[in-house]
């Protein structure tokens, strides 16, 4: 029976450590638009030339060339897109996609979307809250992580006073 607890325990921890994993690289959730054919071919605040076939966005405060994935909350749709331009400071939205990722997400007849944006990796999410001093601008959610320390397999010793 101590046995059983033990495993269920193990279980347990192990699931939190994994949805905390999961939730890690999540920076945003708010509502989506995208590009309509005005913007195609004129210049973005990075000084590249738009296309509105490409997988860009546009986000009020995220570094040029940070890739964030774009997932819809309704549908689980995602796609992978590169900030490349700027939203104005007032806009309600938290991004603005590209046609082509639009098409990907399904939104080009609504318009809008709600969407949640995540990072590539922990890493990415260390140097954004690095870039910020820890203070991000709006509703970014940014926070430093460290990697566990693995240590292998413990002895079956450590759980002595449980009766493994």
Known sequence: MRG???IAVFLMLSTVTLAQEVDSVRIQTGWASFYGKRFHQRKTANGEIFHMD???????YLPFDTWVKVTRVDTEDSVWVRINDRL???SRRIIDLS???ATTLHMREDGIAQVKLEVTSIEEMNQLYTLYEGDPPGTLRVRWYERPIL???RPRSWCWSLGC
């Open 54 to 60: 490409s997988l860009t966005a546009a986000h009020k």
């Open 151 to 153: 240590t292998g397999d």
């Open 99 to 101: 046609r082509k990722a």
């Open 88 to 90: 104005p400071r007032t």
């Open 4 to 6: 059983m607890i033990c």
